[in-house]
């Protein structure tokens, strides 16, 4: 998806190598397991159980770091704030938890005009929360509002596809695209192409309050209160039309410090740790009891590091080589992540078509790198790595990356930036190398290569300044191939050609390790960020005492 604000094998790899020449990684590693491989900590007694029950068993409690910025579908553009949209509000198609489209307010579809018109058939039972069913004309509207440009939605290229939307009768809409595009389903599924109720938008405007701040949809869940920085509270929507939740009640916690989440999590009070910071990796799954509820969750994400192409030297392809193969990958996932990921060749990561298994890693050569940057004259200049200061596996990932180019003779200078900063100097170029991260917006590989590494994205997602005629034609043809198999073919080369050019070091797909309580049944992470609604949870009273001290 976005850039980080936010499964066809096992990311953790069953053994690693340590050689002499890995001895900084070695180090790196050995002071992560020294800090976490402590006592296994005070854990919350119940009953002689190592868990503390739930204060109430219909009320599924969850948590995220930071207030979201609005529940307005037409605004939203975060992980967790495109997440509780998808709660409240309906799509004309949705992700399921394993990122495939299904059914929402659109029983059916039909393609035709070679692949340019969409007509979609909607449920006639499908209702606004306000009691009005939902119609055609909500979807024209709906898709109007974010594409004028007044809404000043940052997600609008979402729908900038489409040519023309036109409600055919109360329960037919048809979109005509401006030209054939493959992936166009899973945009439909993004919480930007939610359906919202003109009156309800237009009452907002009329009391001056912000819709995002008193939505209205026709999702399973109904908002209730949002005290900001503290929590959003959702109830049942007990005349929802399709699969009502079993549990009665969500709450959205904001925990911005993950350790105190932790402790919510010891006494009961929240349902998962989601996800375990790096440092604590160990400590839980090694644990004898909660090792059990500690899970490994692969992410649809890639992380590199991007070369500028524009500024000498990377505008050589040889020269960005030399310092792909002067890094042992896997290695260095190891010793920053707990093996909590999957190294990839390129920008697309397992889970998706284009992503090849057995596609090989440059071959780790230092000897070549080093005589590469002699003969190239990359010992004579000091490069600077940019980096986010968010978080410390990347400024980990950054000492080691460090380390490695100064034993084939580059000096590298680390700039850590805050995010407004390191957005900035990412979009104006002021950097050599730099560290990028990318969830999945949409499920599809067209949405790891147009946006990072098409030429037209430029001064917009192409942030390493990659321009190369074949790539281009490669995604271009596979945006508009309709036949599952060769797209997959297509996107395939593209992938392979974007890791040979070399415009950034990819590193890995990320995975992340989520806790849950053992009282919280049915629980799954979903692939997509938007692809769960909470229907299935349910919460298991323990068989001990539940009356639970607040203390």
């Known amino acids: 998806m976005r850039d980080s604000y936010k499964k066809n094998n096992d990311p953790t790899p069953s053994h690693v190598r340590l050689y002499p020449r890995g001895a900084f990684c070695l180090f790196m590693l050995t002071a992560l397991l020294f800090s976490c491989s402590g006592q296994d900590g005070n854990y919350a007694q119940y009953g002689g159980s190592f868990f503390m029950p739930p204060p109430d068993v219909d009320t599924l409690v969850l948590y995220d770091i930071n207030d979201p910025p609005t529940l307005d579908p037409a605004r939203s553009w975060g992980t967790f704030d495109g997440l509780l949209v998808s709660q409240i509000f309906s799509n004309l198609v949705r992700f399921n938890q394993k990122a495939e489209i299904e059914p929402d307010l659109a029983l059916r579809w039909e393609m035709s005009d070679g ?31 974010v594409l004028d440009k007044d809404t000043a939605s940052s997600s609008r290229w979402v729908l900038e596809r489409i040519e023309t939307i036109r409600a055919e009768d109360p329960l037919t809409v048809v979109l005509t695209l401006k030209e054939p595009f493959a992936p166009f389903l899973g945009l439909l599924a993004m919480p930007a192409a939610s359906i919202v109720p003109r009156e309800e938008v237009e009452r907002c405007e009329r009391e001056g309050i912000p819709f995002g701040e008193r939505p209205v949809g026709s999702g399973p869940w109904l908002f209730k209160e949002w005290r900001h920085d503290q929590y959003l509270d959702f109830e049942r929507n007990e005349e929802y039309w399709g699969q009502k939740p079993n549990l009665k009640r969500l709450r959205m916690r904001i925990i911005s410090n993950a350790f105190t989440a932790i402790a919510e999590f010891e006494t009961g009070r929240i349902a998962y740790i989601n996800p375990l910071p790096e440092a604590e990796i160990l400590r839980w799954k090694t644990h004898p009891q909660w090792k059990k509820y500690t899970e490994l969750t692969n992410q649809l994400s890639a ?30 996932l190891e010793c920053v992540r707990e093996g909590a990921g999957a190294v990839i060749t390129g920008p697309i990561p397992p889970g998706l078509p284009g992503f090849d298994p057995d596609r090989k890693l440059f071959k780790y050569d230092p000897d070549a790198s080093r005589e590469l940057v002699k003969q190239n004259g990359l010992d004579k200049r000091e490069i600077v790595l940019l980096l986010p200061s968010s978080d410390q596996f990347v400024s980990s990932t950054g000492v080691i990356m460090q380390a490695l180019w100064k034993k084939i003779g580059v000096s590298v200078r680390v700039h850590q930036a805050e995010w407004v900063t390191y957005r900035r100097m990412l979009r104006e170029g002021e950097f050599d190398i730099a560290y990028r991260n990318w969830f999945a917006d949409y499920p599809d590989g067209d949405n790891f290569l147009y946006p990072l590494f098409h030429s037209s994205q430029i001064g917009s997602g192409n942030m390493a300044r990659f321009a190369d005629p074949e790539v281009d034609r490669l995604i271009e043809e596979s945006q508009k191939e309709m036949n599952p198999s060769r797209r997959s073919e297509l996107l395939t080369q593209a992938n392979a050609l974007v890791y040979e050019k070399a415009p950034a070091l990819f590193l890995w797909s990320r995975a992340k390790y989520i806790v849950t309580q053992p009282w919280l049944k049915e629980y799954t992470e979903p692939l997509i960020f938007n692809g769960t609604q909470f229907l299935a949870e349910r919460i298991e009273a323990p068989a001990v005492d539940l009356k639970h001290k607040e203390d």
């Not at 058939?121 to 004309?137: D, H, I, M, Y």
């Open 115 to 145: 692949a340019r018109c969409y007509t979609f058939f909607l449920n006639p039972q499908a209702k606004f929360s306000n009691g009005r069913s939902v119609t055609a004309e909500d979807v024209r509207y709906s898709f109007e509002r």
């Open 303 to 332: 992380d590199m590091l991007v070369f500028n192409c524009e500024r000498a030297p990377w505008d050589k392809e040889e020269n960005r080589r030399a310092l792909c193969q002067a890094v042992e990958t896997p290695l260095v």
